[in-house]
T-cell receptor
Framework: AQSVSQHNHHVILSEAASLELGCNYSYGGTVNLFWYVQYPGQHLQLLLKYFSGDPLVKGIKGFEAEFIKSKFSFNLRKPSVQWSDTAEYFC?????????????FGSGTRLQVQP | NAGVTQTPKFQVLKTGQSMTLQCAQDMNHNSMYWYRQDPGMGLRLIYY???????DKGEVPNGYNVSRLNKREFSLRLESAAPSQTSVYFC?????????????FGPGTRLTVT
């Protein structure tokens, strides 16, 4: 079965620092890739997605992610974080070779931004 | 347009009690999903429904049943709750008619089983 790994479980940054959260998946076929964010007490919101085409995708709130197929990676980046980015971030994958189209999630990365 | 709604928001059950979590979407989506979220484990798929009248097991279906009542509604039932089912439950929906595969999530139900 496919799996998604997020290697950073808890990240603490100061405001204005740069962010990179790692995400790797284990499936050799066609995938769609997503990053979701969950602010404290709220439900999951889509940050950005990759379906095809340009491997560098831009999302909301200044986030971007790069799909590197050879490394099975889809890392999330932001050049300068803000206190309001404090949240939990989930990488997720949909396998395109089955009809289910369910999301397989990573375990999440808790980001804490200190003012 | 409310998106995906879930009721209740919070629930406390005793071991052995039953309850149904309700989910509805107003986006005319075909596919609906139930996930559970546990600390350090991300979200795991319990059941999904590709269309009205069809359901299928996900990664962690044991102890749960589902009903796709109509296109809008997808309920999750715990027949005999166990402490291991203490979790936050999220419903999601997806438009399967096009090429867009992102899922839209409800606000979640926080369930505690004592």
């Amino acid at each position: 079965a496919q799996s998604v790994s997020q290697h950073n479980h808890h990240v603490i940054l100061s405001e204005a620092a740069s962010l990179e959260l790692g995400c790797n998946y284990s499936y050799g076929g066609t995938v769609n890739l997503f990053w979701y964010v969950q602010y404290p007490g709220q439900h999951l919101q889509l940050l950005l997605k990759y379906f095809s085409g340009d491997p560098l995708v831009k999302g909301i709130k200044g986030f971007e992610a790069e799909f590197i197929k050879s490394k099975f990676s889809f890392n999330l980046r932001k050049p300068s974080v803000q206190w309001s980015d404090t949240a939990e971030y989930f990488c997720a994958v949909t396998i395109m070779d089955t009809g289910r189209r369910a999301l397989t999630f990573g375990s999440g990365t808790r980001l804490q931004v200190q003012p | 347009n409310a998106g995906v709604t879930q009721t209740p928001k919070f629930q406390v059950l005793k071991t052995g009690q039953s309850m149904t979590l309700q989910c509805a979407q107003d986006m005319n989506h075909n596919s609906m999903y139930w996930y559970r979220q546990d600390p350090g484990m991300g979200l795991r798929l319990i059941y999904y429904s590709a269309s009205e009248g069809t359901t299928d097991k996900g990664e962690v279906p044991n102890g749960y049943n589902v009903s796709r009542l109509n296109k809008r509604e997808f309920s999750l039932r715990l027949e005999s709750a166990a402490p291991s089912q203490t979790s936050v439950y999220f419903c999601a929906s997806r438009d399967s008619s096009g090429s867009r595969y992102e899922q839209y999530f409800g606000p979640g139900t926080r369930l505690t089983v004592t």
